[in-house]
């Protein structure tokens, strides 16, 4: 299977905070932040305006990725925490993912450091478009809070409903997403190709730059082969839609998670609700234009237009690869990922996909139930989507 798999383009290094609501209490007292000042549209530029963002996020059980003016910020922040060394990026932890399975794959980093080559397993092959930044790199820091989390000061008093993750970050490397050539003879006998990362670019020019790059590689690859492409929370509208227009003509199916539906959407729905997510479905899929869509949450999992049901066990590994990582974390191997495989559907989930198939059908719909994951006392909410797109991505080999 080597060299079948390419994932492309952007890599980080993150520092994982320990959960930890004393010290964001603290913070919440010593900055004076008040309940009436919490939002989403903060600029954020200081750790008040780091604690602002993620309270919000924390009242509404969602997840997201916020830039920050800079590594200084997020370095000393993450210093009042303890906190684990990881790497990060979709195509790096979906090549991890697969590593611990067993299977290799080719990767495209944008930024290189100690860091990188200490934790990247054997079984990925890499190739990095920038020299080694020494200890000039840029840490995404990552505030994973679990369900039920209790944070009380200064008259905020906030309990959560779901465990989420918000990450915050400074990453020029990945705002430039240098793509090396050298990664093109690398993929050409790829059966899978994954593009994904572009969500923190800001330069127009770059950006279709880096498209061009893209579709360049993908026209090198055999017709069976599947190309596809990962969403992020792009943080220009205007980015999002440049790169979703010049890529989809070129993929077969594209990848996004319950909240980038939503952002997609403009607003905010139940994703339990089969009539709101019927219609939400058709939206983007007729907005994005691509032979499949694919949709990821913590409850379901979606394939929507031509010929969904040829992508089950692509799903299903998906399913099982995020369930095992959330269960597990960063340690286990393909014994835990089949036990994880055989585990029971969860009940919200096969109510939801028998709904949902009733209202669209099952000629374009396929909505398979996530894994019942009730009894997991102390879960990892980070790199889930990534880790699905690592148990999805072997599964598409030869469809």
């Known amino acids: 299977m080597k060299g079948q798999i390419a994932l492309g383009f952007q890599n980080t290094v993150d520092f994982e905070l320990k959960w930890d609501p004393a010290v964001i209490e603290e913070m919440i007292r010593s900055f004076d932040i008040r309940p009436e000042e919490i939002q989403e549209e903060v600029s954020i530029s200081s750790h008040r305006d780091m604690i602002l963002v993620l309270l919000y996020y924390m009242t509404q059980g969602t997840g997201t990725e916020r830039s920050v003016s800079s590594s200084q910020v997020t370095r000393s922040f993450a210093q009042r925490f303890s906190y684990q060394v990881t ?17 290799p794959s080719t990767l495209h980093a944008c930024s290189l450091n100690r860091h990188f080559r200490a934790l990247i397993p054997k079984e990925v092959e890499w190739v990095a478009s920038v020299p080694d930044e020494g200890e000039d790199f840029h840490p995404h820091v990552i505030v994973q809070y679990p369900v039920g989390a209790h944070i009380s000061a200064n008259g905020i008093d906030i309990t959560t409903t779901r465990a989420n993750r918000v990450i915050f970050a400074h990453d020029p490397p990945s705002m430039l997403l240098e793509i090396t050539p050298e990664f093109g003879p690398l993929t050409r006998d790829a059966k899978v190709f994954l593009a994904a990362s572009y969500n923190v670019m800001r330069d127009e020019k770059l950006v279709m730059d880096r498209m061009e790059t893209t579709i360049a590689m993908m026209k090198t690859l055999s017709p069976d082969a599947v190309t596809l492409m990962e969403d992020g929370c792009f943080e220009s509208p205007q980015v999002r839609q440049l790169v979703t227009s010049t890529l989809a003509p070129h993929l077969r199916l594209f990848s996004m998670n319950e909240d980038e539906l939503q952002d997609r959407l403009g607003r905010r729905i139940d994703i339990l609700d089969p009539e709101a997510m019927a219609q939400a479905i058709g939206e983007i899929y007729r907005q994005i234009g691509v032979p499949v869509l694919v949709c990821h949450s913590a409850y379901w999992t979606i394939a929507y237009g031509q010929q969904p049901h040829r992508y089950e066990r692509a799903l299903r590994g998906g399913i099982a690869m995020a369930a095992t ?3 597990l974390g960063d340690r286990f191997d393909r014994k835990d990922y089949e036990q994880t495989l055989a585990m029971a559907d969860q009940q919200r989930g096969l109510e939801f996909a028998r709904a949902l198939t009733g209202l669209l ?6 909505c398979v139930p996530c894994k019942d994951l009730s009894t997991v006392s102390h879960p990892t909410t980070i790199g889930l989507g990534d880790a699905f797109m690592g148990g999805l991505l072997p599964n598409l080999i030869g469809i």
């Open 325 to 327: 990582r959330y269960r």
């Open 361 to 366: 059908g099952e000629e374009k719909l396929l």
């Open 87 to 103: 790497l990060g990026g979709t195509a790096v932890r979906a090549a991890i993912a697969m590593s611990q399975i067993g299977i």
